[in-house]
C-alpha cells in the first residue's frame, strides 16, 4: 500500500523542536519517530517534565516530584504539591482585539468574537457565579449550545477554581439527570431554545423540569443565544483573578454515553489535562500561534473540550453550531471556506458522505489553506483517505483514536511519518500502546486488544461518586490485570501505522477468525447506494448468524444483496457475509456519534429495551421501533 502524503519541511514543525528540546536536554538522538516514542514512555518523568518545560507551563507553586507510579495506574500521583490555573494558560495569547473566536449557526453570517468581547462577557457570567457563591471544587452544570456564550462560561467557572460539566441541548431531560444529579451542581447555565436541521426547539420547559428535577441548583443563568447581550465592540480589556489550583483538582467531568445504563461520571485533573492539551494539540496536529482550529461538535462530546484547547497554542477557535449536512453536506466546507480554517476536524462520517456525493466545496483552490484534516469518532475508510488527499493534496489527514475515559488520543498524527490510507500514524508520545492477544501476549501485524501498559496524567482521576473505585477498576482493569484495556480492537503494522478495527466487544467472530466491524464498513463504502451500515454478530450458544442493516434508497433485491455479499467476501472473509441484510431507514447512533451495535445486538437477542437503551442519549431514538419489527425474524433465524 502506497504512501499518500508524504511529511515536507519537518524542521520547520513543533515536533522537530520539541526533539530537538529533548536531544539537547537529556544528549540523545532520535532518527526515527519510533524510537522519540520509545524514550517517552520509557522515561515518563523526564518526558512529562520536559512537555511542562518546553511549553513554560506557569506553576503558581511547583511541584515537589513528577510522578509516583502505582499499579493500578489511578494511584499514580503526578506533579505532586504543583498548583497552577488551566485558565490563565489559556489567557496567555489574548490580546486586545484579536479575534478570539469564529461563530456560525445554520442561518447566520460568521460573528467574530475579540478577546475584548469575550472576557467582558466572561466577566460577566463570573460576577453572578461569585455571587451564588461558587467556590473551588463546586460543579456548575451546563445545558448549552456551542456558542461563545459556552466558552465564556467555562473560562468564568474555571478561574475560579469550579469545576465544569456540560451537556448539549439535544439531550433528553431525563439523561440530563442521569448526569448532572451525580454532581450536585450549584448553578445551571443553559441556552433557552436551539436551531438544529432548520427547526427551532424551545428549551423553557426542560429548563424548568431541571429545576424540579436537581435541588442543588440555586440559580439558573439563561442565555438566548442572540448577541444582544454581547459587547462586540468592546475596546477596553477586563483583568479577573484566576484561582490556582492543586494539579490533581478537578477541572471537568465528562460522562460514557449512558446508552445503556447510568453515565459514568469521568473526571479529569487540571494539570493533567493541560500538559495532554498542549502535547496533542502542539507536537500532534502541528498547531502553532495565528492558526484557524475548527472540529465539529457539541457541547456533550469530548472533542468540545478538546477543541477549547487549541486556544493554548494561539488559535482563533472556530464554532459551529447546527446540523452537519443542513441545507446541504457542504455547509461545513462552505464554512472552512470563508473563515479560512487551517485545521478542520470531523466525524468520519462527513468525510465518507462528503466523498459519496463528490461534492464541489472540496477542492484544493478554495480550500488550499487547510493544513491538517482531523478525522475522528469512527475509523475512516480507505476510500475517503483516497478521496480527501486527492481533493487536498497539501492536507494532512491525522485519523484520531482515544476517547472520553482521556478526552484525548492514544494514537494520532505525526509530521515526521507518511500518511498510508486507512491507518492512523503513530501512538502518540507518552502512551504506551500495545496490541494484546486473547492470551495477554503483546502481537504485531495482526488485531488484537488495545491496551496501555503505563500512566498517562490524562487518564481520569475517579469516576464521581465512585466509592473505592470500583466502577473505574471495572471500566479499564478487570479484563487484563495491571494494564489499561480500552475496548478498541487494532492492528499495528510496523511500517504504515495502526488500523482500526472497531469496538472489541463487537468483534466478528467466525470460527476463530475475528476481523473489526470496521473493515465490514470500509468495504462497503465503495458501494454508492448504501448510505450507511452497521453489522451485529448475534451469538447464542452455538448457533450465530451476522445481520447486516443498510441505509439505502435502492431496492433490496436479491441482485443489490449478491453485490453487498460479494463486496464482503473479496476484501474481507468469505466467512464474514451476512446471513441476513435488511434495509433500514436510520442507523442509530449515539449524540456523540458512535454506531449502537452493541445496544442492537442486546435488543435483536430479546432484552428489553428500556434495560438496554437510553433514548435521551441519543441522536435518533425514533428509529429503535424499526429494529423492534426486525427481531422476531431474527430470534427465528437463531431458532429461538
Known sequence: MEKIWIAENYESSNLYQFESFVSKKYNLDFPEYNELHKWSITNLDNFWESIAEFYKIEFDKNYDYVLKKEIPFYKTKWFGGAELSYSKHILRHAKINKIAIKYKNESDDIVEITWNSLLEKTKEIRDILVRCNVNKGDVVAGYLLNHPDAIASFIAVNSLGAVWSCCSPDFGVESIVNRFSQLDPKVLLAHKSYSYNGKIFNQENKITELEEKLPSIIKTVIFDSSFNSWNLRSNYWIDFELYSVEFNHPIWVLFSSGTTGKPKAITHGTGGILLEQYKSHSLHQNIVEGDKFFWNTTTGWMMWNYAIGSLLCGTTLCLYDGAANYPDIGIQWRFAKEAKINHFGNGSPLFIASMRQNIKEVNQQDLSFIKTIGATGSPLSIEAFHWLQKKLPNSQIISLSGGTDVCSAFIGGSTKLPVYAGFLQCKVLGAAIQSWDEKGQEIEGETGELVIT???????????????????????????????????????????????????????????????????????????????????????????KLVLFIETESELNAEFKNTIIKKIKNKCSPRHTPNLIFAISQIPYTISGKKMEIPIKKILLGQNVNDVISKGAMRNPECIDEYLVIRNQCLKSLDL
Request: aromatic share 12%; glycine share 8%; net charge negative.
Open 454 to 544: 503505563e500512566p498517562l496524567p490524562s487518564m481520569p482521576l475517579f469516576f464521581w461518586g465512585d466509592k473505592n473505585f470500583e466502577k473505574y477498576h471495572d471500566s479499564y482493569f478487570e479484563k487484563n490485570k495491571g494494564v489499561w484495556t480500552h475496548g478498541d480492537w487494532i492492528l499495528i503494522d510496523d511500517k504504515r501505522g495502526i488500523l482500526m478495527q472497531g469496538r472489541s466487544d463487537a468483534t466478528l467472530n467466525r470460527n476463530g477468525i475475528r476481523i473489526g466491524t470496521s473493515e465490514i464498513y470500509s468495504a462497503l463504502d465503495s458501494i454508492l447506494e448504501i448510505k450507511d451500515s452497521m453489522i451485529v454478530d448475534l451469538n447464542f450458544g452455538s448457533n450465530s
